[in-house]
């Protein structure tokens, strides 16, 4: 089932403001709680589909990944289709802090306990032309902050594992109750309890672990897709970081890229010009035989259809621009000297431009055509 656009899951238009966004979601969020709305299957999806589209939408960085790249561009970012899997309850009430102040819903018991959330990891992926046309799977090693086997926790005795404390002031308006987050276990509600040897403060070591990323076909170079779950792991139970991959697109011997469209310099000899030929054209998968008509000219743009690049947020691929150069021998012998002196005379060596034959701001328009 394809996923839905996270505009009009908050029924928002492209256009909209954060302040626009974050009341769609605060209206969504209250008519699906789920402790507004127990054992409903349905009304947790809407809940957690709405939290997703938050997450995205909420953030100028992977609001510009989404507007540009779709789904793809913020895969994993948080729901389901993710690389890493998706957004689990926690992940969501996290949330709650900057949309209902803090406190979640009365009542609920959510609000309070900090819930704490690994670092970011991030690496960066070279991937070659091949691969960006077809997709690829990549196992890669990442060195990661994990709980140490072993390590316990105890409920923390200040704050009596809520991860606030409350103090009552008196002033002349009377008594003044404020909660701010605990001092001791910095809101985690925990302390450690047994740390095994070799593990950090928090009860942590570091880690080599291989991760499998699926990496879609079209990718673009800067571009940063997101495997949930895989960066640090947070002490106290927390939920983990994630793995930052930026694309970086290894350059090709013979071909540019320009978007979906890849670039061929061609060059021709004079005679190959003059009569005709055919000759082999170098793509992605291996190489095509084209033919060249009798009489063309330097600058001329062959297009290859279908022989580009996929890309992320759209059906097809794009072309194959094959630009024609003649060239022009450095040195010739004596008898071919003679040749050229005696063409120079021919009317048939003269130049003489024809509407079909386009000047340079013609080629232009069709190579981005």
């Given at each position: 089932m394809s996923k839905r656009d996270y505009y009009d899951i908050l029924g928002v238009s492209k256009s909209a403001e954060n302040k626009a966004i974050k009341k769609a979601y605060r209206k969504i969020a209250i008519k699906y709680h789920p402790d507004k709305n127990p054992d409903n299957k349905q009304a947790e999806d809407m809940f957690k589909e709405a939290a997703e589209a938050y997450e995205v939408l909420s953030n100028t960085e992977k609001r510009q990944q989404y507007d540009q790249f779709g789904h793809a561009g913020v895969r994993g970012a948080a729901g389901g289709g993710?690389?890493?899997?998706?957004?689990?309850?926690?992940?969501?009430?996290?949330?709650?802090?900057?949309?209902?102040?803090?406190?979640?819903?009365?009542?609920?018991?959510?609000?309070?306990?900090?819930?704490?959330?690994?670092?970011?990891?991030?690496?960066?992926?070279?991937?070659?032309?091949?691969?960006?046309?077809?997709?690829v799977d990549k196992k890669i090693k990442v060195n990661r902050l994990v709980n140490a086997e072993g390590v316990s926790y105890d409920t923390c005795s200040t704050c009596q594992g809520t991860g606030q404390v409350t103090r009552i002031s008196n002033t002349i308006l009377g008594q003044m109750q404020t909660a701010s987050t605990c001092h001791i276990c910095s809101g985690a509600g925990k302390s450690i309890k047994d740390r095994p040897s070799g593990s950090d403060s928090n009860g942590m070591i570091k880690e080599q672990e291989t991760v499998k990323i699926t990496i879609p076909a079209g990718v673009e170079d800067d571009m940063q897709l997101k495997v949930s779950g895989k960066g640090n792991?947070?002490?106290?139970?927390?939920?983990?970081?994630?793995?930052?991959?930026?694309?970086?697109?290894?350059?090709?011997?013979?071909?540019?890229?320009?978007?979906?469209?890849?670039h061929y310099d061609h060059y021709i000899s004079f005679p190959d010009a003059a009569l005709g030929a055919s000759t082999n054209i170098p793509t992605i998968t291996g190489k095509v035989k084209i033919k060249l008509e009798s009489g063309i000219q330097s600058g001329k743009i062959l297009r290859l259809k279908n022989q580009g690049l996929p890309s992320v947020n759209s059906y097809g691929k794009g072309d194959l621009l094959v630009h024609i150069n003649i060239w022009t021998p450095q040195k010739i012998s004596s008898k071919e000297k003679k040749f050229f002196e005696e063409a120079q005379s021919s009317k048939n060596f003269e130049p003489q431009p024809t509407k079909n034959d386009k000047s340079f701001f013609d080629r232009v328009k069709e190579m981005f055509g």
């Open positions: 993710g690389f890493g899997g998706g957004m689990n309850m926690d992940d969501i009430f996290s949330q709650f802090g900057d949309i209902f102040g803090g406190g979640g819903f009365g009542g609920s018991g959510r609000g309070g306990r900090r819930v704490i959330k690994g670092t970011n990891l991030r690496i960066r992926l070279t991937l070659n032309l091949k691969e960006i046309l077809e997709g792991a947070a002490p106290f139970d927390g939920i983990n970081g994630d793995l930052l991959v930026l694309i970086a697109v290894e350059e090709h011997e013979t071909l540019t890229r320009d978007g979906k469209n890849l």
